[in-house]
């Protein structure tokens, strides 16, 4: 069975980087055929997909946060990484990490996601 | 990249059906079969309900069906149980290469 599982500070202060892991088990990031992505959800909001990455190293981030965004990963380790720059207040959020199945290279759908982790952003 | 259009909220009695609408563009829904739903309950991670427009993936109930027309995806529920109370949401491939997601459906059993 696939698992996520996110992990990182729950607290970050403004101005600092957000940075959390997803370490995978039940599947290799470096065998193909998926991505890799941060989704978060604002407090009793809806989803908001962050980044993709693949095992390659391609990425794809919402344009929104592109300038801040850094989506890394390890295939050694079959860890993902998040890391979101100079964060605010507006950045406290549910962060998840998901697989995405992919087909010739097109996004599909998100068919595994970990349990998400809580980061507050706060001094 | 716009968040996909969804009713805020849908409901129904046990055992009705209810059907949450998704409507995107013809940039997202519209050019690709790739629309997928996702249900979450509180303080939970969402689950994947349907893939690619109208296929369950196992272990999901079959009163889950979606489907397609034009920009307008759907997720029909029948045989409504309290256990389906939940958040709803949609997601499509875009032209820009990426996922969108809807913007939620809260579904209550009355």
């Known amino acids: 069975q696939v698992q996520l599982q996110e992990s ?40 908001e997909s962050i980044g993709f990455i693949y095992y390659s190293g391609s990425t794809y981030y919402n344009p929104s946060l592109n300038s801040r965004v850094t989506i890394s990963v390890d295939t050694s380790k079959n860890q993902f990484y998040l890391k979101l720059s100079s964060v605010t207040a507006a950045d406290t959020a549910v962060y998840y990490c998901a697989r995405v199945r992919e087909q010739y290279y097109d996004m599909k759908y998100f068919d595994f996601w970990g349990q998400g982790t809580l980061v507050t952003v706060s001094s | 990249q716009s968040a996909l259009t969804q009713p805020a909220s849908v409901s129904g009695s046990p055992g009705q059906s209810i059907t949450i609408s998704c409507t995107g563009t013809s940039s997202d829904v519209g050019a690709y079969n790739y629309v997928s739903w996702y249900q979450q309950h509180p303080g939970k991670a969402p689950k994947l309900m349907i893939y690619d427009v109208s296929n369950r993936p196992s272990g999901v109930s079959n009163r889950f069906f979606g489907s397609k027309s034009g920009n307008t995806a759907s997720l029909t529920i029948s045989g409504l149980q309290a256990e389906d109370e939940a958040e709803y949401y949609c997601s499509s491939h875009t032209s820009t290469s990426t996922l969108v997601f809807g913007t939620g459906t809260k579904v209550t059993v009355l």
Do not use: D, F
């Not at chain 1, 039940?26 to 909001?45: E, N, V």
């Open chain 1, 8 to 47: 990182g500070p729950g607290l970050v202060k403004p101005s600092q980087t957000l940075s959390l892991t997803c370490t995978v088990s039940g599947a290799s990031i470096s065998s193909g055929g998926y991505y890799w992505s941060w989704i978060r959800q604002h407090p009793g909001k809806g989803l």
